[in-house]
């Protein structure tokens, strides 16, 4: 299954973006026991988790998300969002969405931070 990230683009430091990824048909009835979560590649880097949210709306965050970014679900809607503030050059990345544990990546969206 691969996932599509949306919502990326090119933000001033110090502002704020949201992205979306919503489920593909191939998982929609089963959406909601999945633990979706987002990843992030630098140029030059390797992916990083950012972090993940249980079904239940429980999220875990790496250290260097916490406090900035915020993951949210909306099981009805079977999206995933990455709420992300107070952009520092150092976030521009690729971010991904997936499930949880999944090798199968989809296409990410850019972001792009400026100073």
């Known amino acids: 299954v691969q996932l599509q990230a949306s919502g990326g683009g090119l933000v001033q430091a110090g502002g704020s973006l949201r992205l979306s990824c919503r489920a593909p048909r191939s998982i929609l009835s089963s959406y909601v026991k999945y633990v979706m979560a987002w990843y992030r590649q630098a140029p030059g880097k390797e992916r990083e988790l950012v972090g993940y949210i249980n079904s239940g709306g429980s999220t875990t965050y790496a250290d260097s998300a916490k406090g900035q970014f915020t993951i949210s679900r909306d099981n009805g809607k079977k999206t995933v969002y990455l709420q992300m503030n107070s952009l520092k050059v150092e976030d521009s990345a690729v971010y991904y969405c997936?499930?949880?544990?999944?090798?199968?990546w989809g296409e990410g969206t850019q972001v792009t931070i400026s100073s």
């Open positions: 997936n499930i949880r544990g999944s090798a199968s």
